[in-house]
């Protein structure tokens, strides 16, 4: 029940995300674009693998009426690995833990991750994961960047991987 209610959350954010951009972007044009509106079944999604362990990718790039950039995924990771070093970029992202446990990385600072719950990384944050159960970590990513509001400038420095 907890993991469905923060998945709700992670929708509406994104709805609010696009609210934003039409309250203060009025005078630009939002595209409409989008991809169809349909069910993405897992076994139709690219696969992505490495030592680390599979990551079955279901959007990558993709656009919808309030978002560029969309990546959107459910990642497998072996004991002790992680997909990549802590990192940042322009977008947005949401990680969902939803089996396992690990550490999470979010700006140098390291927290307890387990089953259920949710880190959000604003633009340009450094943020990571690492499974450092015995078992397999399972976790859901989407990673966005808003139409009509511009990312935040790059910072200078080590963007990780």
């Keep these: 029940m907890k993991v ?13 995300g696009y609210l934003l951009a039409l ?3 009025a005078d630009k044009e939002i595209s409409l674009e989008s991809i169809d509106s349909k069910v993405m079944q ?4 690219k696969r992505n693998s490495g030592n680390w362990g599979v990551m079955d990718i ?3 790039g993709a656009s919808t009426y309030g978002t560029e950039n969309m990546f959107t995924a459910i990642t497998n990771v072996l004991p ?11 977008e947005e992202e949401f990680l ?8 999470w990385s979010l ?12 880190l959000y990384a604003a633009p340009w944050k450094m943020h990571g994961i690492v499974n450092t159960a015995s078992d397999t970590m399972t976790f859901a990513v989407l990673k966005w960047n808003n139409k009509g509001i511009a990312s935040p400038p790059e910072p200078d420095g ?3 991987q």
């Design 80 to 90: 002790g690995e992680s997909v990549h070093p802590a990192h940042r970029h322009a």
């Design 4 to 16: 469905l209610i923060l998945i709700a959350g992670v929708f509406i954010g994104m709805g609010l």
């Design 107 to 118: 700006e140098g600072k390291n927290f307890e991750a387990n089953t259920g719950d949710l």
């Design 96 to 103: 969902l833990v939803t089996k396992g446990t690990g550490v």
């Design 42 to 45: 897992r076994a139709d999604t």
């Design 158 to 160: 080590n963007h990780g």
């Design 23 to 25: 309250k203060f972007n």
């Design 58 to 60: 279901y959007t990558s």
